[in-house]
């Protein structure tokens, strides 16, 4: 099946399926999400990471640049929103989405589903890598950043060790990089285990996003959202480029560092910027907005895809 087709409809189907859910199974809404959720993100995805980190050559040093490199997208991410909330001079419920939402981005369910498509199991592994940091700075910056504009400024808050998403993908790295480390040969038979596990985690997020998700109003904030998923999507991959470049790591591990970090980049606004929103009782319909906008963007990206690793390659 076409890659690109194949990506789609993973994603679209599974949108569906919790938008039909959250009409014919209303009353168990909550329930269905908390499964869909915990599928994807405490069994899955953290175990296809662990098997993935396994069959990986680790042994480089030069792998620390990714974390690096991570690290400064998403934060880079936080200053694109913070100006294109400023541009449109928002008010400071909406500041408070626009700005974080330059940051939160899809890397766990779709970057790594399109990593795995297009660049195999080894770039799949390089994945948890580049967001090494990506909760802290969701949970102990972008979140605190957000709060900080809401009109319940004494919302308990969770601890950022205590989040069992962060423990869970934690233990993940280290039995993956421990079993690489013992040099235990992966059986070939667990190749055909993530290409299942990786399709299955992605379409339980999308479920558990079909479930919540609300179309009314997003169209107001049009120009405000398609305007940071622009910038967004377009300029981080960019600039992840030339870090890459300068640093001089473009052709390391045959180039799959430089595909996979450019790819990540280019991901859409993680449907988590919805949930500051909703618990800082920010502007919902825009977070909504802002989610949509930036994932058909990707949509519209998808396609050229191919040509854009296949030029990286041969840089």
């Not at 030069?62 to 400064?72: N, Y």
């Not at 449907?271 to 500051?276: D, S």
Request: proline share 4%.
């Amino acid at each position: 099946m076409n890659t690109i087709i194949f990506i789609s409809l993973v994603i679209l189907l599974g949108f569906l399926t919790g938008q039909i859910l959250k009409r014919q199974c209303h009353q168990y809404v909550d329930q269905i999400r908390t499964l869909t959720v915990f599928i994807a993100m405490r069994v899955t995805i953290p175990l296809s990471v662990m098997l993935a980190i396994w069959q990986l050559d680790i042994q480089s040093w030069l792998f620390a640049w990714l974390p690096v490199i991570g690290t400064t997208f998403l934060l880079l991410g936080f200053v694109i929103g913070w100006l294109v909330s400023r541009f449109f001079k928002l008010k400071d419920i909406q500041h408070a989405v626009v700005a974080p939402a330059g940051s939160f981005t899809n890397m766990g369910a779709i970057g790594a589903f399109v990593v795995f498509v297009y660049l195999g199991e080894s770039g799949f592994a390089l994945v948890p890598l580049f967001k090494l940091f990506e909760e802290v700075i969701y949970f102990a910056f972008l979140f605190p950043y957000a709060s900080k504009f809401s009109a319940q400024p004494n919302l308990k808050k969770r601890k950022i060790w205590q989040d069992p998403v962060l423990q869970t993908m934690f233990v993940a790295l280290l039995l993956g990089a421990t079993l690489n480390l013992t040099e235990m040969t992966r059986p070939d038979w667990f190749s055909s285990v993530t290409s299942v596990l990786i399709p299955t985690g992605t379409f339980s997020l999308m479920i558990s996003i079909g479930l919540v998700f609300r179309f009314k109003a997003i169209f107001q904030h049009w120009r405000i959202a398609l305007t940071l998923s622009l910038c967004k999507q377009i300029l981080l991959p960019i600039i992840v480029l030339g870090l890459i470049l300068i640093s001089g790591q473009a052709h390391f591990y045959e180039g799959l560092m430089l595909q996979v970090a450019v790819v990540l980049s280019a991901m859409p606004i993680a449907f988590l910027v919805i949930l500051p929103a909703a618990l800082y009782k920010l502007d919902q319909d825009l977070a909504n907005a802002c989610w949509v906008f930036s994932s058909l963007t990707f949509l519209v990206m998808l396609p050229f895809f191919p040509f854009l690793l296949t030029w990286l390659q041969s840089l």
